[in-house]
């Protein structure tokens, strides 16, 4: 069964304080992985797509990369305004569904 | 680039009402559109797919004479909640997939629905 696990389930940092994400996947067929970012009361922001291992992309702080099995999303030197729940989905069939993560809650602490 | 909207953010409606709700694709066309419900601290679950021009797949478990679904062109989709019940106040929110960009999905600021 396709499935998609993200650890840890929150983090709390300080400001400054690098640490990475963590999203796992068990998919027949990864036709891509995405990450995305939401806001309490708000729909997901996107962030990066990654489609084959090894791959990486980079926005501001953040840096996701992946691997056969998993994905990591590390943040560098995050500020309070990257608080927020950070989602993996993975897309496995043709018909463009997502199978998604619970998310992370990551609190920055100034 | 890949903007999407929601009509209305926000709704309060009663018990046994209907209530429709917009998604559009601002600046790219839609082939897909996708609708979601979110629940407190909870990710998204899935309800249905729609194509543009044919019926929406539901997913299991979703009532789809519940949740009428209408994709009637490229930039918009509608989601009706009919007879509305307190069991169905969630967070609503679509996404759409600009085929030109590749898999990605881009969502709306979702939709507050609360039955009295």
């Known amino acids: 069964e396709d499935q998609v696990t993200q650890s840890p389930e929150a983090l709390r940092l300080q400001e400054g304080e690098s640490s990475s994400l963590n999203c796992s996947y068990t998919v027949s067929g990864l036709r891509g992985l995405f990450w995305y970012r939401q806001d309490p009361g708000k729909g997901p922001e996107f962030l990066f797509t990654?489609?084959?291992?090894?791959e990486e992309k980079e926005k501001e702080r953040l840096k996701a990369t992946l691997t056969k099995k998993e994905s990591f999303l590390h943040i560098t030197a995050p500020k309070p305004e990257d608080s927020a729940t950070y989602l993996c989905a993975v897309q496995a069939g043709s018909n463009y569904q997502l199978i998604w993560g619970a998310g992370t809650k990551l609190i920055i602490k100034p | 680039g890949a903007v999407v909207s929601q009509h209305p953010s926000r709704v309060i409606c009663k018990s046994g009402t209907s209530v429709k709700i917009e998604c559009r694709s601002l600046?790219?066309?839609?082939?897909?559109m996708f609708w979601y419900r979110q629940f407190p601290k909870q990710s998204l679950m899935l309800m249905a797919t729609?194509?543009?021009?044919?019926?929406?797949?539901?997913e299991q478990g979703v009532e789809k004479d519940k949740f009428l679904i209408n994709h009637a062109s490229l930039t918009l989709s509608t989601l009706t909640v009919t007879s509305a019940h307190p069991e169905d106040s969630s967070f609503y929110i679509c996404s759409a997939r600009d085929q030109t960009r590749g898999n990605e999905q881009f969502f709306g600021p979702g939709t507050r629905l609360t039955v009295l």
């Open positions: 600046d790219f066309q839609a082939t897909t």
């Open positions: 990654l489609y084959s291992a090894g």
């Open positions: 729609s194509n543009e021009g044919s019926k929406a797949t539901y």
